[in-house]
C-alpha cells in the first residue's frame, strides 16, 4: 500500500532512528562475520513497517537474502524469504527494508554521512502479523555449477 509521504517530515523521522541505530552500532562490540547491525522492526506512519540497518562493511545487498525462518526450512509454503536488490553498500550507510511495496531508491544523507538506501519486500502483511520472532540475514556466498551431459 503506498502511502502519501510529506517528504521532509519523513526524512526527519527516519533520521532519528539512523542516529539511534548508529549510536547502537559504535558501541556495542562487532563480531567478526557481523555485515550490518540490525534494529527492531517498527511501524512509521510515513511509510508502515520498517526494519533499520546500519552496514559495517562494504557489500552489495543482492548478496544477502532476509528470512523468518533457518535455511533448512526454506521452500516450505509459510516461510518468508526475500532476496535483497543488486545495491552497493558502504560502511555507515543506512538501509531500510519497507515491508510494503514500493520502487527501490538511495538518497544522500542530509548530513553528508554517505546515503540512506530504501528497499521495499513487498510483502503482503506486515512482520507482526505473520507472527515473526526472529529475522534472519543470510549472506549468500558463491556457488559453483557445472552442466553434465547425457552419455549416449
Request: proline letters at 7%; charged letters at 25%; hydrophobic letters at 40%.
Amino acid at each position: 500500500m503506498l502511502r502519501s509521504i510529506d517528504p521532509e517530515r519523513f526524512s526527519m523521522t527516519l533520521l532519528r532512528r539512523l542516529t539511534v541505530l548508529q549510536n547502537e552500532a559504535a558501541s556495542s562490540p562487532v563480531p567478526p562475520r557481523k555485515y550490518f547491525h540490525i534494529g527492531q522492526p517498527e511501524h512509521l506512519d510515513e511509510v508502515g513497517e520498517c526494519l533499520p540497518m546500519v552496514a559495517l562493511v562494504d557489500e552489495n545487498l543482492s548478496r544477502f537474502v532476509l528470512s523468518d525462518a533457518a535455511s533448512v526450512r526454506w521452500g516450505r509454503s509459510d516461510v518468508l524469504l526475500r532476496p535483497l536488490p543488486n545495491l552497493e553498500v558502504t560502511s555507515g550507510d543506512g538501509v531500510f527494508l519497507m515491508t510494503d511495496a514500493g520502487e527501490d531508491r538511495s538518497e544522500e544523507h542530509p548530513a553528508g554521512k554517505g546515503k540512506m538506501h530504501f528497499v521495499y519486500l513487498g510483502l503482503d502483511r506486515p512482520l507482526a502479523a505473520r507472527g515473526v520472532t526472529k529475522l534472519y540475514l543470510y549472506r549468500l556466498d558463491g556457488v559453483q555449477v557445472h552442466g553434465v551431459r547425457k552419455k549416449g
